[in-house]
């Protein structure tokens, strides 16, 4: 990827250093939940909070922060850090708002019932270790989540080194699908979609949640990809293309490494398909290249498909 000259956002909020949680509640509400459900688990339960009438998220704000009001780690600085990482996730968030800008005001998300042609922007918060969030607190093993209730991204920088060992999945585009498969989530909540997710799983029946959790990680690889696709389309200041040789394979390789199939037979030595939350290898695969091949969100529509 050459994005050395992109557009830096503004939206990143730097929380790294800080003594990671904030408020009380030992792991955490989203380590807790994360553990039994996985990042999917970890949506849901923001959108709970988000859609609770006050009361409620009073509640629930006091078990999950000790009763100190909101969950929150302090304030993070706003703006563009300077040292590597920073700029890596400042400039590729920058792209992801320069596509999604352009595609809500083209009118594309009318497919998925939303006329709206603003597109608001999400923050990014980096953080180290662990974070607070409205969502509940989190350590750096829970990995990169999109959180509803604040509608902010977070990521500790380190998970793009566990990207490499752990996961075999090395690569600047690599690490950049997995950002924008999480812009990919506050796309999904703007355009409310995860709110449709949400009325599913209330119903209280697992296998369709899951059915349905799946179709909401796989549409997330799908938005990712037509991010990709349009990055594809842009040269830098000397006309060299954004997307080198090999980029789009380094993503793929990403998303095959993380598909449910796979964790699970890493973890287990079996695999059991009831309890898939993201897809399988091969279908995070299918959607990430059917985004970048047709550039269109209105292909992206997984929860109306005959086969995912």
Not at 32 to 57: D, H, Q, T, V
Not at 132 to 145: D, E, L, Y
Not at 193 to 207: A, F, K, L, T, Y
Not at 240 to 262: F, K, S, V, Y
Request: hydrophobic content about 35%.
């Amino acid at each position: 990827m050459r994005i050395d000259d992109q557009r830096e956002s503004s939206n990143i909020e730097d929380r790294r250093g800080q003594r990671g949680g904030g408020g009380g509640g030992g792991l955490g509400l989203i380590s807790l939940i994360g553990s039994r459900f996985g990042i999917g688990g970890i949506i849901l339960a923001g959108l709970l909070f988000l859609l609770a009438p006050a009361p409620i998220k009073q509640m629930l704000l006091g078990l999950v922060g000790g009763g100190g009001g909101a969950v929150q780690s302090a304030p993070g600085k706003m703006g563009a850090p300077t040292d590597l990482d920073g700029q890596f996730l400042a400039r590729v968030l920058g792209s992801t708002e320069d596509v999604w800008n352009a595609e809500f005001a083209s009118g594309a998300m009318a497919h998925y019932g939303y006329n709206g042609r603003d597109y608001p922007e999400t923050t990014l918060v980096a953080f180290s270790g662990g974070v607070g969030t409205q969502c509940g607190n989190a350590t750096a093993a829970v990995g990169p989540f999109y959180c509803p209730a604040d509608q902010k991204v977070y990521i500790d920088t380190t998970f793009f080194q566990e990207m490499k060992t752990r996961f075999q999945a090395p690569g600047d585009f690599a690490q950049a699908y997995v950002i924008a498969h999480e812009v990919g989530h506050h796309i999904q909540t703007v355009i409310g979609i995860s709110e449709q997710v949400m009325r599913v799983r209330q119903r209280g029946d697992e296998r369709l949640s899951n059915a349905e959790q799946v179709k909401m990680e796989l549409q997330a690889d799908c938005f990712a990809g037509v991010w990709g696709r349009r990055l594809s389309e842009t040269t830098t200041a000397t006309g060299l293309p954004r997307m080198e040789a090999g980029d789009l394979e380094e993503g793929l390789n990403a998303a095959n490494a993380i598909g449910d199939d796979t964790l699970q037979r890493q973890a287990r030595g079996t695999v059991q398909p009831e309890s898939f939350t993201h897809g399988t290898s091969e279908q995070r695969k299918r959607w990430l290249k059917k985004g970048f091949e047709t550039g269109d969100p209105a292909q992206c529509d997984t929860f109306n498909t005959a086969s995912l």
